[in-house]
């Protein structure tokens, strides 16, 4: 039986088709992958079946029967539950007051039954064969793998037979992610349907039944995933060949070892409660990309944090030197003085205002670029050209730089943070992430930018839960374990078993 059917849904904004006509279906109880470049559409039409934006043309079919969702709620009604691509918790409260959130049991007309609430949730971890015990924690106080873990739990406590996951592991580690798709594996084998949303090809063959591709808002095609290969649907998101690993040529420096060290840290340690940082020491050279690998929660994160804002770090011991020069003090400021530039962790937390347009974000922190403004004031013309080179540059979808950042597609804003970062392009470079979210076909363009960088002679510090990422991009990778550097692999020694060994606690 089709749990779901999409028949030639469209759905327009003003005059744009964020979906045309799309068809597919979804049979009962299996996991359907939804693939597709950034702003292909794959969120909205999972919006349009959870009722947030309904389809203007077409019908979507729930077990058979047209049910023209108007909302969330009537969505939920019907047994449709979604997790979005940004977690939509309120981080203060529990995480069982965030699952009962709208869905109380009450007792008497006042009191909510917290005790009848918990105890039906631990049925349902313990029957589908799950693991949880925060019920009482803050959820800012959950990692994210865990908050996305209770996303789940509530639509489950919802009692939804369809769930809709949005890039559910752009932003968890190794681990999350197999514990995921575990308990997706074990939800499905108990009947429940489930929609997932992924960039990462690899996951999508692995754990799907069948695969729906988009392209431009329309479907491409349904395939059946024991047929698809990770070159299949490259080429159907696409439309051409698109290559896995870096091509392009890197440029030898002659004589790295005779070269000056443009940054220098030296037995850099911080006390901290959730991420301790112990006796880091490394050298960065100009025309180099140096590759941070760890499992999330080992220190690199503080270690970025401490980079890009070192006088918020007053008890830090150790040495931050750019140039010979004294860091411990400096804020952002100095440090873009020192030519510093930052590819945030968070976009939406440190880099991006989603009220503003491409425009005014792209100037963020750039107004007194002489490029762009004389004698106080701002060259709107000559911003609006720049950015419009780097629109068609990472084919950045709306190319109209007055869209609103807020109603383009997470992919896209990326790509956005990307170009700003290099212009003008620093020299030397704090990236974090720089392709979560991203399509294939945008990581093919950010992963040749960033060599393009290095070969320009920009010093380059690369933080990346993608270790495939970091062998393609780096020269030297230096692996995180319990807040200390645990070894250093030279690029031709590369090899990611035994990489991922000393990230696991073991030893080189
Ligand atoms: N509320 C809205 N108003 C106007 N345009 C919108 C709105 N929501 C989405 N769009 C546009 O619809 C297109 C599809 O966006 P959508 O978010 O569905 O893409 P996506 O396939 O999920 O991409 P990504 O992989 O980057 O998340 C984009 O061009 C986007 O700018
Ligand atoms: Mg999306």
Redesign the pocket.
Known sequence: MNAIEFKNVSRR?ED?Y?NRNLSFEVKAGTIHGLV?E???????AMKALFGIHPPTEGEILIRGKTSSIKSPIHAMRLGIGMVH?HFMLASSETVLDNIILGHEPRRGLIFLDRKKALKSLQEIVSSYGLSFHKWEFPIAKLSVGEQQRVEILKLLYQKSEVLILDEPTAVLTPQEVRELFQNLKRLKEEGKTILLIS?KLKEVLEFTDSVTVMRRGEGVGTVKTKEATEDLLARMMVGREVSFTYQGERKMIAHPEHLKPLVRVERLTIESQTEPLRDVSFELKPGEIVGIAGVQGNGQTELLKYLSHPDRFPKASGEYMIRGKHMQMAGPLELRRQKVGLIPEDRLEEGLLLRQDMRENFLLGQHHDPRYSEYGMLKRSRVTAELESKISEYDI??TNPSALLG??????QQKLVIARALDPSPEILWVAHPTR?V?VGAIEKIHEALVRERNLGRAILLFSSELDELIDLSDRILVFFGGSIKAEFQRRDFDPWKIGKVMGGGSA
Not at 407 to 412: A, D, E, F, R, T
């Open positions: 904004f744009f964020a597709g950034n702003g292909a559409g794959k969120s909205t691509q960039h979808r709306p109603k383009m597609s997470g992919g896209n979210g399509d």
